[in-house]
């Protein structure tokens, strides 16, 4: 039997990590926060011994509760937060801090999840985070070249990467995942560094990493732009993104318009930040456009494509310059303190989408959202067809409520081709949605894969999937 490793059962201390973004409190009976990754082993080999839930915590940024203990053992990677070069950090490194360093020397690493200030780089992989930018970039998964991972059971592994094979043992999954950007469920991979992507903590723990980094841009034009209304920001959606170098269609010879981000926001979202900036009379929806260049702005360009589009386009504020970005990602980053200061004021939890759809139904799946009568905010990654409609209760009815309409507009992004995730992962909380996505047989080959890897299921017990009924261990 391993030895006992060092643990903090201080409940004081170890409260500070009981919770996560999503608001959701759980319980633990001891915290282990290792210097390095023989400490980190050990630890998950002794865990392993005794069939003792071990729930992995970063930052505690993630959404879905994934980062929440439900008994048994807190395992924090904080202090594996070493930067080693521009392009190898520990999976405890902070991700903002470090891009903006990148930023200073020239490079850059696309991933922008909006906590990327708050969150580690090891929480952004194993979320496969993404962003605004992941319209033009992708999900973190493009832009991880390899890891150094400790197995549930203890068992080190460095420097996986796509010629990485999976364990023998491990069944390889054959699944579709939908055409769409997605975080739900394991990825249907045929090597390991893609499966422990996106796995949210429950086949592994990344201890560092080797990034893929690009020039950074030469400048970025960055536009908010207003819309008499919803069928007018639509279209001008599709024309923006028509020419577009994006992700899931990228094009060798890109149109005239060619943003990097596009962002929306609905009219309650236009009054949250009605402060921040001047709303010209009329506009009833905002898109927030980013656009990279090499040389000179192309503004002209886009004041043209704005003007024949329909927009409000004399209205359009413009940041070319360092001053006027942060102005404008201040306006978007204040969407979501506006709405928790809502939630707040409420003394009710929100009830937040993560659904995305195909191209093609984004016009129904908007028509759905703009149909609810609750009261909400909606707000997003419009280019991906991925919008987070906040529902907002103010009371226990309206509390129930805005759970069955987030039910009944999940199973319809699902039959629209979509995923009940495009970013923020499953977690604990969305177990059930996960199931109805991708259906028994995938479910259970999910389950098989994850008893191969963790013979004890103690790796984010909860997390993905209902855990099979086991006593656990005592610290």
Excluded at 279 to 290: H, I, K, R, V
Excluded at 421 to 426: N, R
């Amino acid at each position: 039997m391993s030895s006992k490793p060092a643990l903090i059962t201080d409940p004081d201390i170890i409260l500070g990590y009981l919770t996560d973004a999503s608001n959701t409190h759980g319980r633990a009976e001891a915290l282990a926060v290792p210097a390095d990754v023989d400490a980190l082993a050990a630890t998950l080999r002794w865990a392993q011994d005794r069939g003792m839930p071990v729930t992995v915590t970063a930052r505690r940024t993630g959404t879905t509760g994934a980062a929440v203990p439900d008994g048994g053992l807190l395992l924090s990677t904080e202090r594996l937060s070493q930067v080693e070069a521009p392009d190898i950090v520990g999976g405890g490194a902070l991700l903002g801090p470090h891009q903006d360093t990148l930023e200073a020397a020239g490079q850059h690493f696309p991933p922008d999840p909006t906590s990327r200030y708050e969150c580690s780089v090891g929480g952004a992989i194993v979320c496969n985070a993404s962003g605004a930018r992941s319209f033009r970039y992708g999900a973190t998964r493009g832009w991880i070249d390899w890891v150094d991972v400790v197995l549930p059971t203890g068992e080190r592994l460095e420097r996986v990467s796509r010629d990485t094979p999976l364990p023998a043992g491990w069944p390889r999954l054959r699944w579709a995942e939908p055409p769409v950007k997605t975080a739900a469920g394991y990825a249907p991979a045929d090597n390991l560094l893609d499966l422990l992507i996106g796995s949210e903590g429950t086949l592994g723990v990344i201890t560092r990493a080797g990034l893929r980094l690009r020039p950074a841009p030469a400048g970025v034009l960055t536009m908010l732009a207003f819309f008499p209304d919803l069928e007018t920001t639509l279209r001008f959606v599709d024309q923006a993104r028509s020419g577009a170098d994006r992700a899931r269609a990228p094009r060798p010879k890109p149109g005239p318009l060619n943003p990097r981000a596009i962002e929306y926001f609905d009219p309650n979202a236009l009054e949250m930040i009605r402060a921040r900036v001047d709303l010209p009379a009329g506009a009833t929806d905002a898109l927030l456009l980013e656009v990279e260049h090499e040389g000179e702005a192309p503004l002209d360009r886009w004041f043209e494509a704005l003007v024949e589009g329909g927009a409000l386009a004399e209205h359009t504020v413009v940041a070319e310059d360092e001053q006027g970005q942060r102005r404008l990602a201040a306006i978007r980053h204040a969407l979501p303190a506006g709405t928790n200061e809502r939630v707040v004021a409420n003394r009710m939890p929100k009830v937040g989408t993560d659904f995305a759809v195909p191209d093609a139904a984004l016009a129904e799946m908007m028509a759905e959202y703009r149909a609810v009568t609750l009261p909400h905010v909606c707000f997003g990654h419009i280019g991906d067809n991925h919008l987070h409609l906040n529902l907002l209760p103010r009371d226990a009815t309206e509390l129930a409520e805005a759970r069955s309409t987030y039910r009944r507009l999940a199973e319809r992004a699902v039959a629209l081709g979509g995923t009940v995730s495009a970013e923020h992962g499953i977690g604990k909380l969305k177990r059930a949605l996960l199931a109805h996505q991708v259906g028994p047989e995938t479910l259970g080959a999910f389950a098989a894969l994850k008893a191969a890897a963790d013979p004890a299921w103690i790796l984010g017990r909860g997390t993905l999937l209902e855990p099979p009924p086991a006593p656990g261990g005592a610290v």
